[in-house]
Nanobody, 120 residues
Framework: QVQLVESGGGLVQAGASLRLSCAAS????MGWFRQAPGKEREFVAA????????YYADSVKGRFTISRDNAKNTVYLQMNSLKPEDTAVYYC?????????????????WGQGTQVTVSS
């Protein structure tokens, strides 16, 4: 059983940075997703269990960085140059497979989400 707990969300101004953390037990491929009001949950970034491979949505490439510290059982999402359109509830998710996937249904474990609000 993989348990996920996110933290680090908040209210910031456009251009600011935030770092989200996800306490994740177990050796799994991890991803970050986000969901804005009235929109479907969308992929943000993913990382393999060993941290060697990452993948990003085009909308965040160059601004967000996913990383993990397996010694601390924690996955991070460093978000720089935040934009109002990044406003959403951010979820970390885990899957047992080794592939980096972007479809929410391929992830079997989910955290409760953390709100990120970016004001203009």
């Amino acid at each position: 059983q993989v348990q996920l707990v996110e933290s680090g969300g908040g209210l910031v101004q456009a251009g600011a940075s935030l770092r989200l953390s996800c306490a994740a037990s177990g050796r799994t491929t991890m991803g970050w997703f986000r969901q804005a009001p009235g929109k479907e949950r969308e992929f943000v970034a993913a990382i393999t269990w060993n941290g060697y491979n990452t993948y990003y949505a085009d909308s965040v490439k160059g601004r967000f960085t996913i990383s993990r510290d397996n010694a601390k059982n924690t996955v991070y999402l460093q978000m720089n140059s935040l934009k109002p359109e990044d406003t959403a509830v951010y979820y970390c998710a885990g899957r047992s497979g080794v592939q980096l996937t972007t479809t929410p249904s391929t992830y079997g474990y989910w955290g409760q989400g953390t709100q990120v609000t970016v004001s203009s």
